[in-house]
């Protein structure tokens, strides 16, 4: 693990000798030698600081809590006597008893308001240190009481009336089941996830995070962050509603007297955007300004809604003795706006006789009895109700169906009396009570919601808690508890003391424009109505004071790149960039200027918020992941998929275009944060799910292999890195990406030399080094590396060993070796062959590049141009299907794909093409064919040239590695042959034979290359065996072509090894000794020899042939290709032609720019079946 110490001094000048010592003393066990003053030199002591690598919150990289430096001093310290057995270790493995000290001594400090508010009394005091002071608070004032604060809101004071009129007592106790019985299986799971281990400051978003994983918890988080942000939106316009239309009516900046319908509404929605712009901003600046003024004023504003709620039920035991005086004036059936008429009569009597009222003025011309009136005005009686008759008075029965309403209907008294005609237009319609919007039963879900918002107020307090563990469970559940039982029995009370004209007017224009709710409090409706005002003022700005703070823990996590602005803020810590944001996200809320249009808003957030929380709850359940140890022990997966089904469930019923909307957004967020987020290893259990999910669908695919419909190339790419554990051929992985187009499995490996304890560090180096190559390249799959004593074994261990069960690769990406035949060590060219035979042996296909340096970037573009297939041989169509796949990446899209074939002189290559275009039809791959014809021709004298250069190179290989007096042995060897064979232009003199001879058994010898297994003391027996090399810087000598052998001289089966060798033996002659030439003159005499094409290897110059006559048909049909794909000829069965196999595919592949060589699996990978 890497460690960075920093020593720094408190006081005192020191040498950095004597911190250094006492540096190494600590972690050699041994006390620092103390020097004068002990107790000075104790105060003077320097610091030392551990820092290991992990996440940027020391309290989630760290194996345990540690709060001091003192304790994470002394957790490093151990007693060197009795401990010397785990001395190596007490560096990264602390003593028992320093880890019990720390947590004892463990003190989590408030991470929200509070510490800015401490920052901000410390300003001045800045220079003294004060003890940390351990949290205090308990359950009540802890937990309780904020969750109280934050559950009764603004709904409850301004709509919660108007549910019950409209939804009924039965509908809206419904509404309210459901919404109560939703946030409490929410706090429950809720519960489980905060006492399974300390949750620092963060609420929702930390949990959700560490639970389902950075993408989530960041989506969610969002989420959470918008749902409160508009809340404070709400709160605010519900603020300025009981501003304008209760408290202060002349305040209106547009008026609304003397307008109706539509342009009344534009008037109130204008005022309520003017004076909410106004109070956003005042707020803010006071959240700007100091967090402490709100936190103060939190206890007042709490104050104010126990207050109001208990002055509603003071007023509602009233109503049973003495029910409060607020009539309602009725026309006929319809409720009339009682503002400008003192009586609800038409005429009264007085001492001059019948005289008319204010009342007769609004529906008649004149105020004399004659006037001409409105004619439903005329022919329907005035009738005044008690708009309170008291619980005891029966009007439950009447309330306890729902009546909706489409906007602009009149709110009319059930079983009452009414004439009217059908088709009668409505006259006058300002002067009655009208609904202002339609209403429905989820709409009454979606505003009714957000009133039982706000459970997440004790866990985003967790850092100020004595006992978090313990009281946000007991102070959350009492909590919802205490608000689902005020909410359920106010459902019945309003229903039973308000009559129901009354309690469908939502601003109470028939009761004098009072608030319906307040003409039930005691002793005044005046309390009810300041009391709401200020606690939906506290509640929005404690939304301003907690949304950028949520805002700030996201950015400073760092998951999302866009937001690592907001992470930012004053030098205290304020979050002013994020207020900012938050501010601003508001104001579009409350440009919307609607109460009943916001809090929809804000219900699917805190609804998808809330689902989350149930899901990471019941994930952690079922996945019984060691970690997950609750201290709440009432929770069941069962409770919080039910809790999770609701959340889903009232999404929907709000509003089901909002829900899509929502889960967009957070879809979005998360496939952003999987793209370009920063990668978090949090312990979630996405990942916990995503092994299990693995683990079961590996047990599936490990059953049976998959049908040719399901085969795709799963790779496993072999790259080279050099001695920086840089890879060498970036290009390898960008032809993965564009083979690969993301999908299917990919393995990047590499093989290093030595042993794995001396290359672990070289080995994390590499594997990091593929990490980054292949985030660069966006190559999703995984890295693995090899250290084995050869690179041989490597790679034959990542071929063997990469995978897992049925996931394994099927497939081999590797380049063709660069330079192989000017290398000094042969052993490249030799691994390669190996790794093509091993390969073959494992049934799997093998793809190599050639010019891989050449092949185009993720970021280029072919905007025309041809890939060409050569197919000499069938291989199970890998070759029709990689093309196909590479025309899928945006790179090859535009090529054309070409499809040649080889025809032999007794094929009909007519036949053929028409045959090959109807094969390529069913397969459903276009592309245009063509069939080439290659005739027998005679073997040109630049074949036999090339074979004999291959040859004597390859005799040049065997001996390259050997010493320099076995150099000089086998130098005097080949030129003995050689002069020898000058000699033989005399027939008479020399006898030369051409024999076959086989292969040694395979036991007789092991498959070794040739230089490990010859003797190097070995001296050479006669008959001399012919050595020809040939130096690559000496042209080849001129010659004409001789005949060549007729097939039967050289035929052999393709089963047998065999080495076809010439020996000679020269009449009368002795064997020269080893030694009896110079090593000058036999260099000479080897580069001034000619040529022996007729002792050449006739399996060798077929061989070449064949190369050199495909080569030329390829370089003229394909010469202009952006990428030409061939059959790769397999390796000779016996070793000792390696080296020429090297040579055949390089002459097949001269001159071409692009060449992938392909070589089939042994199965079958396309097909036309469907």
Known sequence: MSQRFTVSKSGGERRPSDIQGEVNQLFEGDDPPASGGAEAEAEDAAEVVLVLKGDSNPKESSPFINSSDAAAEKSQQYDGKNMALFEEEMDTSPMVSSLLSSLANYSNLPQGSKEHEEAENNDGESSRKKPVKAPQLGTLMGVYMPCIQNIFGVILFLRMTWLVGIGGVIGTFLIVFMCCSTTMLTAISMSAIATNGVVPAGGAYYMISRSLGPEFGGAVGICFYLGTTYAGAMYILGAIELLLIYIYPGAAIFPLEGLEGAEAEAALLNNMRVYGTILLTSMATVVFVGVKYVNKLALVFLACV??????????????????????????????????????????????????????????????????????????????????????MSGILAENLFGNYYEKGDLIARKYMDSVEEQDQPLTNSNRYVLADIASFFTLLVGIYFPSVTGIMAGSNRSGDLRDAQKSIPVGTIAAITTTSIVYMSSVFLFGACIEGVVLRDKFGEGVHGNLVIGTLAWPSPWVIVIGSFFSTCGAGLQSLTGAPRLLQAIAKDGIVPALRIFGHGKANGEPTWSLLLTACICESGILIASLDAVAPILSMFFLMCYMFV??????????????????????????????????????????????????????????????????????????GLSLSAARYALMRLDEEPPHTKNWRPQLLVLVSTDSEQNVEQPRLLSLTNQLKAGKGLTIVGTALEGTYLENYSQTQKAE????KLMETEKVKGFCQVTVSSNMRDATSHLLQASGLGGLKHNAVLVSWPRNWKQGDDNQTWRNFIELVRET??????????????????????FTEGHIDVWWIVHDGGMLMLLPFLLRQHKVWRKCRMRIFTVAQMDDNSIQMKKDLTTFLYHLRIDAMVEVVEMHDSDISAYTYEKTLVMEQRSQMLKKINLTKNEREREIQSITDSSRGSIRRKNPAAVTTQLSVTEEPPAAAKEEKPEEES?????????????????????????????????????????????????????????????????????????????????????????????????????????????????????????????????EFLEVLTDGLNRVLLVRGGGREVITIYS
């Open 768 to 771: 990091q080094a593929l990490h």
């Open 614 to 687: 149930n899901l990471a709850c019941a994930l952690q359940t079922l996945l019984r992941t060691p970690n997950w140890r609750p201290r709440f022990k009432f929770y069941h997966w069962a409770l919080s998929f039910l809790g999770m089904s609701l959340c889903l469930t009232l999404m929907f019923i709000c509003s089901w275009y909002y829900a899509i909307v929502a889960m967009v957004i957070a879809g979005s967020i998360y496939k952003y944060i999987e793209f370009a987020g920063a990668e978090k290893e949090w312990g979630d259990g996405i990942r």
């Open 840 to 861: 073959t042996a494992a049934n799997l296909a093998m793809l190599v590049p050639k010019n891989i340096s050449a092949f185009p970037s993720n970021g280029e573009r």
């Open 1014 to 1142: 010859k003797s190097a003391s070995s001296p050479v027996s006669p008959p001399a065996q012919v050595q020809l090399i040939h130096d690559n810087t000496t042209p080849a000598s001129p010659a004409t072509p001789a005949t060549p052998l007729t097939p039967g001289e050289g035929a052999q089966s393709p089963g047998e090894q065999v080495q076809m060798t010439w020996t000679e033996k020269c009449d009368g002659e002795p064997d020269k000794p080893p030694g009896a030439a110079t090593p000058g003159g036999a260099i000479k005499d080897i580069f001034n020899m000619k040529p022996e094409w007729e002792n050449l290897n006739h399996f060798n110059v077929r061989r070449m042939h064949t190369a050199l006559r495909l080569n030329e048909v390829i370089i003229k049909k394909s010469s202009e290709a952006k990428l030409v794909l061939l059959n790769m000829p397999g390796p000779p069965k016996n070793r000792t032609g390696d080296e020429n196999y090297m």
């Open 306 to 391: 126990i207050l109001s709620i208990l002055a509603v039920y003071a007023g509602v035991i009233k109503t049973a003795v003495d029910p409060p005086d607020f009539p309602v004036c009725l026309l006929g059936n319809r409720t009339l706006v009682w503002k400008t008429f003192d009586v609800c009569a038409k005429t009264v009597e007085s001492a001059n006789g019948t005289v008319t009222t204010q009342l007769w003025s609004m529906f008649c011309d004149s105020p004399l009895l004659n006037a001409t009136c409105d004619k439903y005005f005329v022919e329907n009686n005035l009738t005044q109700v008690q708009g309170i008759p008291g619980v």
